[in-house]
Nanobody, 126 residues
Framework: QLQLVESGGGLVQPGGSLRLSCVAPGFSTDYYAIGWFRQAPGKEREGVSCIGYSDDSTYYIDSVKGRFTISRDNAKKTVYLQMDSLKPEDTAVYFC???????????????????WGPGTQVTVSS
């Protein structure tokens, strides 16, 4: 069973930074696009960012462009989400997920992401 594990969440003040990590224990994420999603209380889950394997393509939703940076280290089987200039509206549970259908992230098709981690809480508050 393919499963991912997130870490790096926590409580941070507005304007602060966090770096989330997504690790694939026991298997290789080679050939899979990896995405980050978030779900705030009372809201639907939304795709935040993704990164491709085959072409290093990336995608960001408008609300995080210029503040979040996604990257991957294939040797460490880890994908990172660097989050800077955090805002209270970034508060959510953040999930990483893998796409077994597509290795590129030139388009971000949320429903194609079919293996997930349990999530990590990010709280932005003063």
């Amino acid at each position: 069973q393919l499963q991912l594990v997130e870490s790096g969440g926590g409580l941070v003040q507005p304007g602060g930074s966090l770096r989330l990590s997504c690790v694939a224990p026991g298997f290789s994420t080679d050939y899979y696009a990896i995405g980050w999603f978030r779900q705030a209380p009372g809201k639907e889950r939304e795709g935040v960012s993704c990164i491709g394997y085959s072409d290093d393509s990336t995608y960001y939703i408008d609300s995080v462009k210029g503040r979040f940076t996604i990257s991957r280290d294939n040797a460490k089987k880890t994908v990172y989400l660097q989050m800077d200039s955090l805002k209270p509206e970034d508060t959510a549970v953040y999930f990483c997920a893998g796409n077994t259908i597509r290795s590129s992230c030139q388009v971000f098709v949320s429903y194609e992401y079919d293996f997930w981690g349990p999530g990590t809480q990010v709280t932005v508050s003063s």
